[in-house]
């Protein structure tokens, strides 16, 4: 068998993609078809690069919303779409026939939802709501009708609310409509697990690295402190702290989640390894963009935990997963990104090839070019059409 090589990031940051002869799960068979909703987003992008180094078949399907911008979420398919065993369905879950997209999926990897906590309160409680959990009910419905292996379904550290901060264990507490609906999402899957369907629930733990959503702390950490003189707005003291847990090692564990067979029906904590106060990510960014982070402190607001800790044996012993990467390598590699991925994207750029390929952690030429005009044709056909190919949509910041 074919060996697929592991890439690196860049000063440590690991990325290990494990060599395909290694996915005891699949050994002497066929690789077989995997749908990621939400393929297009932070982490669905990175976890359809490693499904496909991994030889799987990959159907990703993504409705591109505008919460943040469409152009930076096609970017993130770049590499992907260059993959011959990419295919590229713009729908949106909520109106889309779900029997028809996930018949003859062996795997349904389930990331698509209206993530944030503080975007939860308010005018955007109803989206959240409908995105997460009646989306997500749709979707394990039609995975159980049309005799899907497995649905691995993305869930939060926002199940735990803020049981952590008395040292633990961690109970589910939402203390946000969001970690409510995750909360729901979870149910859900116990209910179809009832009617037989295998579902593999990730407890992912603050998520960061390269296209990380604009919305993010990090992200607006780098960026502020990449175009010197704008302040970072912290939530509070900053000695608030998080299980932050790099993307590489989120894909590396969401693809075990998949592949193992002993995982049928487990809820796993997927966290970084460590717990990190806020103030010591900004003493670690200043070092890093060698300028010292400017800081803006506002109150903390409702819905944020003072501290998340996972608890990750289940995955090690399950899986056979552990997180990798270093806080300062993977810090490392989102800073290189944010340094590559300049200037306001466009539709247009994307789609004429004319974008740098510089932000993708697999690159194009990694892969072999067969599909990209059909899958970016296909992104560009069913573009929204509040979208502009010539304008930006919305800032990245
Ligand atoms: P993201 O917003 O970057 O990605 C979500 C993607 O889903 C987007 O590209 C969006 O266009 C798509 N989408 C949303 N609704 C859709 C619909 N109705 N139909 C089709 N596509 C739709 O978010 P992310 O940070 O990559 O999060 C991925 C998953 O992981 C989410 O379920 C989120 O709740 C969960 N999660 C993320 C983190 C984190 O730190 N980023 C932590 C815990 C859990």
């Known amino acids: 068998m074919r060996h697929i090589e592991g890439t690196e990031y860049p000063h440590g940051g690991e990325l290990r993609i494990r060599r395909a002869d290694e996915w005891s799960a699949h050994r002497d068979r066929e690789f077989p078809t995997a749908v990621v909703t939400g393929a297009a987003g932070f982490i669905g992008s990175h976890l359809v690069d490693h499904l496909l180094l991994a030889r799987h078949r990959v159907v990703g399907i993504d409705s591109f919303e505008p919460w943040y911008n469409p152009a930076r979420k096609a970017s ?200 990190v106060s806020l103030n010591e990510v900004i003493a670690e960014v200043s070092r890093i963009a060698g300028s010292p982070v400017q800081v803006r402190t506002v109150p903390m607001p409702a819905g944020e935990p003072w501290t998340t800790a996972a608890v990750v044996d289940e995955a090690g012993k399950v899986l056979g997963w552990r997180p990798r990467t270093t806080l300062r390598g993977a810090l490392r590699a989102q800073w290189d990104w944010h340094q590559t991925v300049r200037g306001p994207l466009t539709l247009g750029s994307l789609l004429s090839g004319a974008s740098s390929s510089a932000g993708s952690l697999v690159r194009s030429r990694d892969l072999p070019s067969r599909n990209h005009a059909t899958a970016a044709e296909a992104i560009k056909r069913n573009a929204h059409p509040q979208w502009s190919a010539t304008e930006p949509i919305l800032s990245n910041a």
């Open 76 to 275: 993130n398919l770049e590499a992907a779409c260059a993959h011959s065993s990419f295919r590229m369905e713009v729908k949106d879950l909520r109106s889309a026939d779900l029997n028809a997209l996930l018949r003859g999926a062996s795997t349904v990897y389930h990331l698509a939802a209206q993530p944030g906590v503080q975007h939860s309160w308010g005018v955007g409680l109803a989206k959240t709501m409908e995105m997460n959990v009646s989306v997500t009910g749709a979707v394990l419905d039609a995975a159980a009708q049309v005799g899907v292996d497995r649905v691995v379904l993305a869930s939060s550290s926002s199940v735990y609310g803020d049981s952590a901060r008395t040292g633990g264990p961690n109970v589910v507490a939402p203390i946000s409509p969001y970690g409510v609906s995750k909360v729901a999402c979870e149910h859900l899957a116990d209910a179809y697990r009832q009617r037989g369907l295998d579902v593999v629930t990730l407890r992912y733990f603050t998520v960061f690295g390269p296209r990380q959503r604009p919305d993010m702390a990090m992200h607006k950490m780098f960026e502020a402190t990449r175009r010197r003189g704008r302040p970072f707005t912290r939530r509070g003291s900053g000695e608030q702290s998080r299980e932050f847990t790099f993307v590489g090692d989120v894909a590396a564990a969401t693809v075990m989640a998949g592949s193992v067979p002993e995982a049928r029906g487990h809820t796993f904590d997927i966290g970084g390894g460590a717990t």
